[in-house]
């Protein structure tokens, strides 16, 4: 008598798993609108006040000094607060990039805006993070950079990197836009390159919106920024050599934060502590459950380490196949999905370097593709990791007994993944997805099930 839905071809009941974009029940809304908040969009829109910098203002101020950081500077998007720490820290045309390739685009293709390249490192198989043994390969001598990205909320190994980037005389920008609040060995992400850029969208974990916020310790990259793309703060430009070059946004963009989005973040910003406390006692609660279990890993930096996960941006774990006899990682969501744990799906985005754009498309119009030095991108962990991570739920409030249902149906496949070993000729045919989504749906395909 087989134990698993799938193996009956059946299929129970779905138990809540939420999604990204503020739906589901408590356990996985997000983000956690207060009154507050509603009243003070609500002044702003009274007051018409959406388009000014009084309140932009003292969002930076709070969220510099919660990072412990000396200048923010609010952005329309994450995106655009990433562009302007590439400028401010000096990219420029001929210039490359290194940067990890399962990221979101936007760590890195605002590079061709600039003039500049990107070169392609690995990533580390447990964190997922740039894997600092594989950044000096990437090195050339038209590295200006090393891009940072703290992937779901993991912090990179900044001990590592932050002498390589010494040695050689490169910059670091971090990409926080996965881990805000996240520590590393009991320090702020986002506090140990040159500049970090931060997307405060509202599927982030610090959700305000479309919005971003670059935060540096550097004066002349803030002010360079501001020289790029922030037309109205062009008077806070001090630097004497940037000064004369002042008035106009040189870069031709304008990237002011809505105030609308600043407005919710000076609330969040009160909240975001507590709730980044209570979704990481919850999360920590579920694989603390699992710790032991064979086949399952949790993708989080070491107990006593100082290091945490924030409020553990879309979480995924790992599958080990080889601990349940060589299980098909798509099998095994498949009969989590059948028990009723409709999330669970296999892999992350697609690697950057697979898009034509990094490989073949000729952005400059200069006769060859646009990764100038011709770095290899051969990733082998990258590439391997659509095989080794799925997607799990994302638990926003510490309710261990509503926990353990979900935990429970793990232990249940895992248990009896016997009867799944045949793997069922299924195929996994996995489809270019350039951005994170929990579950397959119409926008964003994830991966097809080929029977
Ligand atoms: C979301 C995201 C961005 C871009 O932020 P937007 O606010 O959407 O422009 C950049 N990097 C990473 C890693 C992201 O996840």
Redesign the pocket.
């Known amino acids: 008598m087989s134990k698993l839905a799938l193996s009956r071809n059946g299929k129970k009941a779905p138990l809540d798993c939420g999604n990204m974009f503020a739906t589901g029940s408590k356990m996985f809304k997000w983000p956690i609108v207060s009154q507050a908040m509603r009243d003070g969009v609500i002044k702003v829109l009274d007051e018409g006040t959406m388009s000014g910098t009084a309140i932009t203002n003292k969002f930076e101020r709070a969220f510099a000094d919660w990072n412990g950081v000396k200048y923010a500077l609010g952005h329309n998007?994450?995106?655009?607060s990433?562009q302007c720490a590439m400028y401010g820290i000096g990219l420029g045309a001929g210039d490359e990039l290194i940067c990890p390739s399962i990221?979101?685009w936007?760590?890195c293709l605002q590079v061709f805006s600039l003039g500049a390249g990107v070169v392609f490192a690995d990533v580390d198989p447990w964190t997922l993070c740039i894997d600092p043994d594989d950044i000096e390969r990437c090195i050339t001598p038209r590295t200006k950079a090393i891009m940072v990205?703290h992937?779901l909320g993991h912090p990179a190994d900044m001990d590592r990197i932050v002498p390589i980037a010494k040695k050689h005389n490169l910059k670091i920008i971090e990409?926080v836009?996965?881990a805000h609040g996240s520590l590393y060995k009991g320090r702020m992400t986002g506090t140990f390159g040159d500049a970090a850029?931060y997307?405060?969208?509202s599927?982030?974990t610090f959700a305000i919106g479309?919005?971003?916020i670059l935060l540096t310790n550097e004066r002349e990259v803030y002010e360079r920024a501001i020289l790029f793309a922030h037309h109205s703060r062009q008077s806070e430009i001090s630097i004497p050599e940037l000064k004369s070059e002042a008035g106009l946004p040189i870069g031709g963009y304008k990237y002011r934060m809505h105030q609308m989005s600043s407005v919710v973040g000076l609330e969040m910003i009160k909240d975001f502590p507590g709730q980044m406390a209570e979704v990481d006692a919850a999360m920590n609660y579920f694989w603390d459950q699992l710790e032991g279990t064979p086949g399952v890993r949790a993708h989080r930096p070491p107990k006593g380490s100082g290091s945490t996960m924030g409020a553990w941006y879309c979480p995924h774990g790992f599958f080990v196949s080889e601990e349940l006899n060589g299980l098909s990682i798509t099998r095994f969501c498949e009969a989590l999905q059948a028990e009723g744990i409709s999330i669970a799906t296999p892999g992350c985005t697609t690697p950057l370097h697979h898009h034509r754009v990094f490989s073949k498309i000729d952005v400059y119009g200069s006769g060859h593709p646009s990764n100038f030095s011709g770095v290899s991108s051969d990733l082998p962990v990258t590439d391997g990791v659509q095989e080794r991570i799925f997607y799990i739920p994302w638990f926003k409030k510490f309710i261990p007994s509503e926990i353990d249902r979900y935990v429970d149906v793990f232990k249940l496949v895992i248990e009896n993944h016997r009867e799944l070993l045949d793997n069922k000729a299924i195929q996994q045919k996995v489809l270019d997805r350039w951005a994170?989504s929990p579950k397959k749906d119409k926008h964003s395909k994830k991966m097809e099930l080929v029977k």
């Open positions: 998007t994450g995106t655009a990433l990221t979101y936007a760590s990205v992937y990409d836009s996965h850029g997307s405060l969208m599927a982030k479309e919005a971003g994170l």
